[in-house]
């Protein structure tokens, strides 16, 4: 965090053109009258309230349409409101409506961190200033770097607090890295079970290492300004700021167990910072950007509203100096970074009400914006994969998937129930230039928003096709995807272990009942092109006999090559190839890499044991 004005936003910020969309989002103006804005935040007690934090020391509170004259809370007299100190953090409790108490964290007039418990007053409704409890005090050795963040886990309902390294320039004492020390990590507290004081979660990763604070939750960061939980899967995303020339975004999903180490000083964003660094056991970042795009990152959160469902899935931050913002989704396995608008504010906050809508704030002129999005369904041609093996690009006949927001805003997945399977399933259609798709399954499985289609074998050839996904009549702009002529790829369990089946009894083979050396067996792919007698799309084929590939894969097992009795479309189903072959007679017991190519491509190689 630096609350300053890059010379080009100072320029341009009593009348600024907001939003320029580069990716079709927009700031829609709020509220104004805030001074110097640092968070946002909801009570999610069904009061549709926004509370915004004043640096300076108070809180106000913004409730149907404008803000409220007298505010929630004003300890100015308790804070240093100036630099990238004073009033930093405010987070609401689960079921706050009940426990009528909240939390925030400031910088005291010593300069040191305080995060403290305040309830509400019986009279007023508002916060009593008499109440404060501290909780945690935390020396500060500088100015600056003081974190300032507070958000209660959306499932553990545990307060997280994010501290930067201490200040000064490239962590000087070492805190990030120092076991004995809670600056620059991310602290987990329990402050609800015992009110007023706090207790040590037992599930914290350090608790039985007494050589480290156990407060500590993650460590390895320099300044985390604003880290927040997506409210849909509960996955963490924390904004690091950089120092010299990288800013930085972390990813930790929903079922880490903590102690994750972030790097820093050893690494800022992807790089060294210290000579000849060891990333070795580090967590690197899932984006970053350098100071040619801005100077100072401000983290945001994962939009889950529903006035912009095309824009769900989309973790959206930006740069305190530029203005820029961007957004994250995660598409299978990976992470896609687009960058969504140039906004031309100080970026300071954003913040999320209780319906799930993002807002942002401009740090100098004390103004609030409603971040708006596409209403249709929204994805990118790297969103569009094989099923199996996650690679862009699509195969007529085969199985794909394409990550799109905008078709289901729950978790949860509707599968088609019969063969041949339909071209509309829950409101959702795909077509492939013009052709409609028969659709497997649609929905919201774990965050992600997804299809899951077979490529129309009517498209087949080589170059890009027109894809389109509707959502109960309301259609996508067209995206161009790549139409190979093969993409191979074996279907796996967790992504590593290859979906197989012993050939003679018909069982999965898995590491309790390996293959045997000389055993033939079959394993399910995609992307392995024309067969001689193709099914119409949608259906599986005919059975009278087999739809054969009309080149044969090559198979290796541990680079051996195995021998192929068939090779073609799997019977039953719908997109879906299967390979039957020999495992090779020498090989030692283990895990070995299986892989598959036909043509001139290779798959993705997935692990298959072996007795």
Not at 134 to 151: F, M
């Amino acid at each position: 965090m630096r609350f300053r004005l890059c010379p080009v936003v100072a320029a341009i910020a009593a009348g600024v053109s907001l939003a320029q969309p580069e990716a079709g989002i927009r700031l829609i103006p709020v509220t104004a009258g805030v001074r110097n804005p640092t968070d946002i935040q909801s009570p999610r007690d069904g009061s549709g309230r926004l509370f915004l934090v004043e640096q300076q020391g108070r809180i106000l509170v913004f409730g149907n349409g404008a803000l409220e004259s007298e505010p929630f809370l004003d300890i100015r007299d308790r804070t240093i409101g100036q630099g990238e100190s004073g009033l930093l953090g405010l987070a609401f409790p689960p079921d706050f409506a009940r426990r009528r108490a909240f939390y925030v964290n400031y910088t005291d007039l010593g300069g040191d961190t305080v995060v403290a418990r305040y309830r509400l007053s019986e009279s007023t409704g508002r916060g009593d200033r008499s109440s404060e409890v501290i909780l945690l005090t935390v020396r500060q050795p500088y100015d600056n770097h003081n974190g300032g963040g507070l958000q209660f886990g959306v499932r553990d309902g545990m307060l997280y607090i994010g501290m930067g390294d201490g200040g000064s320039g490239g962590d000087p004492h070492n805190h990030a890295q120092r076991p004995d020390s809670l600056l620059g990590k991310m602290l987990r507290l329990d402050v609800e079970s015992d009110p007023g004081r706090y207790r040590v979660p037992a599930g914290n990763p350090f608790v039985n290492d007494h050589a480290w604070r156990l407060e500590v939750w993650a460590y390895g960061l320099r300044n985390p300004w604003r880290f927040a939980f997506d409210r849909l899967t509960a996955d963490l995303w924390i904004a690091d700021v950089g120092q010299e020339d990288f800013e930085e975004v972390s990813f930790q999903p929903a079922a880490s167990g903590g102690g994750e180490n972030y790097g820093w000083s050893l690494m800022e964003g992807g790089s060294c910072f210290k000579p000849d660094c060891d990333a070795t056991g580090l967590r690197l970042p899932v984006a970053d950007y350098d100071h040619l795009q801005g100077c100072s990152v401000t983290g945001g959160y994962v939009y889950r509203g529903a006035r912009s469902p095309g824009l769900r899935g989309t973790y959206l931050y930006g740069d305190l100096c530029s203005g820029a913002i961007w957004g994250i989704r995660r598409e299978g396995s990976g992470f896609v970074t687009r960058r969504l608008a140039s906004s031309g504010i100080n970026m300071s906050t954003f913040g999320e009400d209780e319906d799930g809508e993002i807002y942002v704030a401009d740090h100098a002129t004390g103004r609030i914006f409603r971040i708006a999005g596409a209403v249709e369904p929204t994805f990118t041609a790297a969103g569009v994969v094989n099923a199996a093996g996650g690679q862009p690009g699509l195969v007529a006949g085969s199985l794909a998937t394409v990550f799109v927001y905008g078709i289901r805003d729950t978790l949860g997945e509707t599968v088609a129930g019969a063969v041949p399977l339909p071209d509309s399933l829950g409101g959702v259609r795909v077509l492939v230039n013009g052709r409609s798709a028969a659709i497997l399954s649609a929905g919201n499985p774990d965050g992600q928003e997804q299809v899951r289609f077979q490529v129309p074998w009517e498209v087949a050839g080589d170059g890009d096709v027109s894809l389109v996904v509707s959502k109960d009549g309301v259609r996508s702009r067209p995206v161009l995807a790549p139409l190979l002529a093969t993409q191979p790829a074996i279907f796996a369990r967790d992504g590593a272990m290859a979906v197989a089946v012993h050939g003679s009894v018909n069982v999965p083979v898995t590491p309790g009942s390996p293959a045997e050396p000389g055993e033939w067996i079959y394993f399910y792919a995609t992307g392995l092109g024309a067969v001689d007698r193709a099914p119409l799309s949608g259906h599986a084929p005919a059975g009278d006999g087999f739809s054969r590939t009309l080149e044969t894969p090559r198979v290796t097992v541990a680079g051996a090559p195995c021998e192929v009795q068939f090779a073609g479309l799997a019977p039953g189903l719908v997109g879906v190839y299967q390979v039957n072959m020999r495992v090779p007679d020498r090989l030692s017991s283990g895990t070995h890499e299986l892989s598959l190519g036909i043509g001139g491509a290779e798959s993705p190689p997935v692990k298959l044991p072996v007795r």
